[in-house]
């Protein structure tokens, strides 16, 4: 039996153009473990599957959005997600608290930062250091904010979270960044592209969870 250390990787938020080859040094950390610990997810088990509650409204379109987003930043092929219909097999559980947001167009009003919040967990990592377990994103929304500005709200988040779940576990100090803790953009930056690059091509330490087999 594998014993299982704790770990709780608890992170709270909250067009595609040509692509470039990443510099040599990160413009955020790799890891925000404490340890050095980097993860990514390894060709073999793409793509990943990404299961999102059937009621939970316009919540599916936007994880396929924002696996779209963070696909177009690395040149080969080295992440790519689906959209599963099978929570026992899943990768990566989205949830969503409150029942299903407002399914309204988007605006290029200003940010409100309290609309809605995400939390990407990793529960545990076995001494082999394997994920025990999917991962498992939440994501909140305000019924006391304006429809638009949470489903604006949500369009940062939700893409925000994915980048948590490839990996990407630190937060930008940049504002300009989709992974600053309280992003304002919707999609990945220059300096979020730099980094994923970096990460997809560094050996990771950390493995994915098992996958059930159905």
Same mark, same amino acid.
Request: proline share 9%; hydrophobic share 40%; aromatic share 6%.
């Given at each position: 039996m594998r014993k299982a250390s704790s770990l709780l990787v608890a992170l709270v938020a909250l067009g595609c153009e040509s692509l470039t080859a990443p510099t040599r040094t990160a413009t955020y950390?790799?890891? $925000?473990?404490g340890s050095g610990l980097t993860f990514s997810w390894p060709v073999v088990r793409l793509p990943v599957r990404y299961y999102v509650a059937p009621d939970a409204g316009p919540t599916a379109r936007l994880v396929s959005d924002g696996i779209v987003a963070w696909e177009q930043q690395l040149l080969y092929g080295e992440y790519r997600g689906i959209i599963s219909t099978d929570s026992s097999t899943a990768d990566v559980i989205v949830r969503v608290v409150g029942g299903a947001p407002p399914d309204v167009p988007l605006t290029d009003a200003a940010p409100v930062l309290n %609309?809605? !919040?995400? $939390? @990407? =967990?990793?529960? #545990?990592? %076995? +001494?082999? *250091? @394997?994920?025990?377990?999917?991962? =498992?994103? $939440?994501?909140?929304? #305000?019924? &006391? %904010? +304006?429809? #638009? &500005?949470? !489903?604006?709200?949500? !369009? $940062?988040?939700? @893409? *925000?979270e994915i980048g948590h779940t490839l990996g990407l576990f630190a937060h930008s100090a940049d504002t300009g960044d989709l992974m600053n803790a309280n992003p304002r953009v919707r999609t990945p930056s220059m300096n979020d592209r730099n980094v994923l690059q970096i990460l997809y091509h560094t050996p990771p330490d950390i493995h994915p969870p098992e996958r059930p087999e159905p």
């Amino acid at each position: 039996m594998r014993k299982a250390s704790s770990l709780l990787v608890a992170l709270v938020a909250l067009g595609c153009e040509s692509l470039t080859a990443p510099t040599r040094t990160a413009t955020y950390p790799l890891d $925000r473990l404490g340890s050095g610990l980097t993860f990514s997810w390894p060709v073999v088990r793409l793509p990943v599957r990404y299961y999102v509650a059937p009621d939970a409204g316009p919540t599916a379109r936007l994880v396929s959005d924002g696996i779209v987003a963070w696909e177009q930043q690395l040149l080969y092929g080295e992440y790519r997600g689906i959209i599963s219909t099978d929570s026992s097999t899943a990768d990566v559980i989205v949830r969503v608290v409150g029942g299903a947001p407002p399914d309204v167009p988007l605006t290029d009003a200003a940010p409100v930062l309290n %609309a809605c !919040a995400g $939390r @990407t =967990r990793v529960d #545990s990592l %076995a +001494d082999d *250091h @394997t994920i025990i377990g999917p991962l =498992r994103v $939440r994501i909140d929304w #305000s019924e &006391d %904010a +304006d429809p #638009s &500005d949470v !489903a604006n709200c949500l !369009a $940062r988040i939700v @893409t *925000h979270e994915i980048g948590h779940t490839l990996g990407l576990f630190a937060h930008s100090a940049d504002t300009g960044d989709l992974m600053n803790a309280n992003p304002r953009v919707r999609t990945p930056s220059m300096n979020d592209r730099n980094v994923l690059q970096i990460l997809y091509h560094t050996p990771p330490d950390i493995h994915p969870p098992e996958r059930p087999e159905p």
